[in-house]
């Protein structure tokens, strides 16, 4: 029950005592607080983790191996996200009579009741944007003009701030409900009436939501449950693997195709070009390497070209340097990357040539692709026409 209209027909706001369900109650909200805190958790550090990796100047750098580490953590990351959202619901649902309690007369108390309150509201809003915003990106959906990664992190950190002091306020209150029976009306607001559902048909409900929300979007990196997943699962492009950007979009078809088309290799002065034919007689090499989107969607390979190190070789390049990446696309955010030193070094650091045993496809990046082990898509270079060793 929202909104009443008195007799003289204006709205009245309800009173908390209103909603009568004694679902909604701190045993509910709590319980179901501890699973969205636990997916929000998972969320929030394999967030970091993806944020670092594709960070231009990392407080932490990822591994090389295992190969698929960075697809592990995307999928989690998305997947926790998706969990979190019918969790969210549920809760926001059992606290809802509480947006309209009336504020307290003293002073001191309006203060503290004031604090809690902002607090809430940051807390709501910003997983609210979170979310939304996490599952319009997944689903390559992007209705704003901020930049999607710096805004989502920086969000991040106000959601954590608050659901810090949200748990610290609550503390009290969770123990003392999860520590009874989740029947006990200790803390229910006095109107609450009986109602068909038990409160652990509610919290099992949510637990199993979000357990189907799970299993319906994980197929777009986990194989096995593709059949299942009714949401999300990308369809397999060419070999199987499916295209972010294509060639027609990044508008690179003439430079690709081109006969003219060479690959420059610098480092310092020394500059070599190779045409394709000239990759394909550099000695090849196959490594079964997925492609990770931050989107959440992964799939796998066997990609051949050539190792990074050895073409690093062919312009006399000492270890230890950093690599830049240029692709023939002549604008967009992901034309160029900088590849760490250790990544670059790698064995399977490959500028693929090949996948699956095809000449690589227009779409995946020809005539040559970057394919690096444990490296977000995003860092995936295609149709390179340029590295340059980084010696500043
Ligand atoms: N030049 C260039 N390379 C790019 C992109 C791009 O937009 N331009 N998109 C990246 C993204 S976001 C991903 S997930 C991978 C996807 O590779 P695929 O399309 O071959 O699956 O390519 C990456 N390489
Ligand atoms: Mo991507």
């Not at 079964?288 to 931050?294: G, M, S, Y």
């Not at 490959?350 to 444990?374: F, I, K, Q, T, W």
Request: with cysteine; aromatic share 8%; proline share 6%.
């Amino acid at each position: 029950m929202v909104r009443r209209t008195r007799e003289g027909g204006g709205l009245v706001i309800p009173t908390p005592g209103d909603f009568t369900s004694r679902l909604r109650s701190p045993a509910v909200a709590a319980r179901v607080g501890v699973l969205l805190a636990i997916s929000f958790c998972l969320c929030l550090v394999t967030g970091l983790i993806s944020h670092e990796a594709q960070s231009a100047d990392p407080v932490f750098v990822l591994p090389t191996s295992p190969v698929w580490l960075y697809r592990l953590n995307q999928g989690l990351h998305v997947t926790s996200g998706i969990a979190a959202v019918p969790l969210l619901l549920v809760k926001l649902w059992s606290v809802f009579p509480k947006l309209f309690a009336r504020p307290p007369k003293k002073v001191k108390e309006l203060i503290v009741e004031a604090l809690e309150r902002g607090s809430i509201a940051a807390l709501v809003s910003t997983s609210i944007f979170m979310l939304a915003s996490g599952l319009a990106n997944a689903a390559q959906w992007y209705p704003w003009d901020f930049r999607f990664r710096a805004t989502h992190y920086a969000i991040a950190w106000i959601a954590v701030g608050s659901m810090i002091i949200h748990i610290a306020i609550k503390l009290p209150i969770i123990a003392d409900v999860l520590r009874a029976d989740i029947d006990s009306d200790t803390h229910d607001r006095e109107t609450s009436k009986p109602s068909l559902l038990t409160r652990r048909n509610l919290v099992g409900g949510a637990a199993l939501a979000s357990a189907v929300a799970v299993v319906a979007s994980a197929g777009s990196s986990v194989p096995w449950l593709r059949k299942v997943s009714v949401f999300g699962v990308r369809d397999g492009g060419p070999a199987g693997i499916p295209i972010n950007k294509s060639a027609r979009a990044a508008n690179v078809v003439a430079s690709a195709l081109s006969d003219d088309y060479r690959l420059q290799v610098q480092y310092l002065d020394q500059s070599v070009e190779f045409s394709r034919k000239q990759l394909l007689d550099l000695p090849q090499h196959n490594y079964e390497l997925p492609v990770a989107c931050v989107e959440g969607w992964s799939a796998s390979g066997l990609w051949t070209g050539i190792r990074m190190s050895d073409l690093l070789d062919e312009v006399g390049a000492p270890r230890g340097h950093d690599v830049r990446i240029e692709s023939l696309q002549a604008s967009g955010h992901y034309r160029v990357t900088t590849l760490p030193a250790h990544f670059a070094e790698d064995d399977q650091a490959l500028l693929a040539l090949s996948l699956n045993g095809e000449p690589l496809s227009l779409d995946h990046g020809y005539p040559c692709r970057l394919m690096v082990p444990n490296r977000p898509g995003v860092l995936q270079t295609k149709w390179v026409g340029r590295i340059e060793v980084v010696t500043t």
